[in-house]
């Protein structure tokens, strides 16, 4: 299984960029697709996920400003990341994973740096 994500990049705080996961190698459709984000010295956290019937999550800080999405013809998740602030910075990487016979599969992506100046 692969996972390549792209769209980072340096953008000015109030901003947008849209991320983009490609899936290779996973029956995507069955999978719950997630964003995290990490920066250096902090656990990795969860930004978004959706799961394989589109139900979506996200953590408190970017409701109303991140929006994730999948295209399952693609095997491609998205997030779009609108009105940025310069706390959004980080590490953003796409992770793939379901529950199939009680075990566990669970891919990530490398990781694709967004940059938010003040």
């Known amino acids: 299984a692969q996972l390549v994500e792209s769209g980072g990049g340096l953008v000015q705080a109030g901003g947008s960029l849209r991320l983009s996961c490609a899936a290779s190698?996973?029956?995507?459709?069955?999978?719950?697709m997630g964003w995290y984000r990490q920066v250096p010295g902090k656990q990795r956290e969860l930004v978004a996920h959706?799961?394989?019937?589109?139900?979506?999550n996200y953590t408190e800080s970017v409701k109303g400003r991140f929006t994730i999405s999948r295209d399952n013809a693609k095997n491609t998740v998205y997030l779009q990341l609108n009105s940025l602030k310069p706390e959004d910075t980080a590490v953003y990487y796409c992770?793939?994973?379901?529950?199939?016979?009680?075990?566990?599969?669970?891919?990530w992506g490398q990781g694709t740096q967004v940059t938010v100046s003040s």
């Open positions: 992770n793939a994973n379901r529950n199939r016979l009680g075990l566990a599969l669970d891919y």
């Open positions: 190698g996973i029956m995507f459709s069955l999978y719950t």
């Open positions: 959706i799961t394989s019937g589109g139900t979506t």
